[in-house]
């Protein structure tokens, strides 16, 4: 199907888990999936990953020994499905080189021509097992747009995206198997369907066409579902449900791709290869943190000593205070009598560099500068432990992106809210408008020095400096 001028009909296909040797059911599922995004006139369908045969697939030679089709195969059958439907597609599945397996998407376009694949750079646990990591990062253009690839855990990765965006990348597309991480039965959840997919649409300028798998792949290894369309604006414009076979569909404005702003120092970090500094951890430190709203200190810190205001605190046990102040003087002020009360406060943002404050490692951002990856990642390298966002925006979702990308804690205020997030991306305590008080949570700063997000995958081991471009 021809693009229509100015829009575009956008599909993902939320097919159900099976085991390898279910690699037909498999294929008829794909093809149902293909047919029902033709009917609703999508333009651009996008798949899971290894949508074909499996992701979980046991051993390389319980791979290539098995009842399915090849991966060259397989291509070739998704190729003349996409000519006869006429639309775009992305689908996840295993390539098999000869040399290597990879976690693969190809991109096909409406004429059954291949345009180009996209390997997994970010390998997440059991990809270790099967994958060789790719070693590209680029946008491909199709009669949609251009498309930049990423597959499942690579959204978490922030210089992923902004490579394809700075590759001129118009929309993104996400063939992924998301793991449900809840923990009673019936219940569904991912941080990139909780949040941070909403935030990444935003932080670029992006839209984002998600399919997932749904079910249960083998004991213990189950998907949330959840397939999703969302604008350039966080918005959703499309979801399925947890469980089952389904095709949703949204029309949205054709895109534009985005200029990526780094600043030259920030640049200059993040592309090199030096290695990180990593904050201690195995050993609990455990510190008591508040993160207070403006209108509450001003409701408070009226006078005296600012026994009000501290005395509150010093009974929580507060250690380290992140005050939103507005002007120099009062905040350094404020400071200045925390200490009596032994307590350490952060209260403006006076300085870009790491520090200590009380006994942790922290570091500051202001307002929109959050919105973007690249200072706190840059301070996260240097071994930060406790991000202070000053005017922080009332966007929890970016907040908690920035804590579990870099796996650092998160204190957050504005002259209405405080908030602290763990660097799971869970929010510990938060004040809002509706709730004026303070928000207080006891952390243990050894969180911040455990970069693992899933068994063998460390989020500054798997960087691939080299493949970053913006």
Known sequence: MEPQQGRIRLAAGQITARLMNEATATLASIEQAMIQAAARRAELLVLPECAYPAYLL?????????????????????ARRTAKHRMTL???????????????????????????????RFLWNADRD?????????????????????????????????????????LIVLPTCWINAARNPGEFENPQTGFMI?????????????????????????????????????????????????VVVAELPRGASRRVWVADAWRE????????????????????????????????????????????LQRQ?????????????????????????????????????LFTLGPARVGCVSGQAVRSFTGPRCLALEGLEILLVFDAPEDLALLRTRALENRVFVAGASRQT???????????AHAS????????????????GDKTVAPRTDIFDERRVALYRF
């Open 198 to 246: 909403e935030a990444r649409a935003r932080e670029f300028g992006l839209p984002f066409i998600c399919a997932d798998k749904a079910g249960l792949e083998m004991p213990g290894t189950g998907y949330v579902g959840m397939s999703r369309i969302v604008r350039a604006d966080g918005s959703v414009a499309a979801e399925a449900p947890p469980e089952g076979d389904v």
């Open 90 to 120: 992305v689908c996840g599945f295993v390539e098999d080189t000869g040399a290597a397996l990879h976690n693969t998407a190809v991109v096909i376009d409406h004429r059954g021509c291949e345009v180009g694949r996209a390997r997994k």
């Open 269 to 312: 970090r993040l592309l090199d290869d030096r290695p990180p500094v990593r904050p201690a951890s195995g050993q609990a430190r455990e510190v008591t943190v508040a993160a207070v709203p403006t209108q509450v200190i001003e409701g408070r810190f009226t006078g005296g000593m600012g026994e009000n205001l501290f005395q509150p």
């Open 418 to 428: 405080g908030v602290i997030i763990h660097p799971d991306g869970s929010v510990l």
């Open 130 to 170: 099967w994958y060789t990591p790719g070693d590209e990062i680029r946008a491909f253009d199709t009669p949609v747009g251009r498309i930049g690839v990423a597959i499942c855990a690579e959204a978490r990765v922030p210089e992923i995206i902004a490579t394809l965006a700075a590759d001129g990348a118009e």
């Open 433 to 448: 408008a509706n709730d004026p008080r303070e928000a207080v949570a006891r952390i243990d700063l050894s969180a911040a």
């Open 317 to 353: 046990g507060v250690e380290i205070l992140l005050a939103n102040m507005t002007g120099e003087e009062s905040a350094e002020r404020l400071a200045m009598l925390a200490n009596a009360f032994g307590i350490r406060a952060a209260t403006f943002p006076m300085r870009t560099d």
């Open 58 to 78: 046991g051993s390389i030679r319980s791979y290539r020994e098995g009842d399915h089709l090849n991966s060259e195969a397989f291509v070739a059958w998704l």
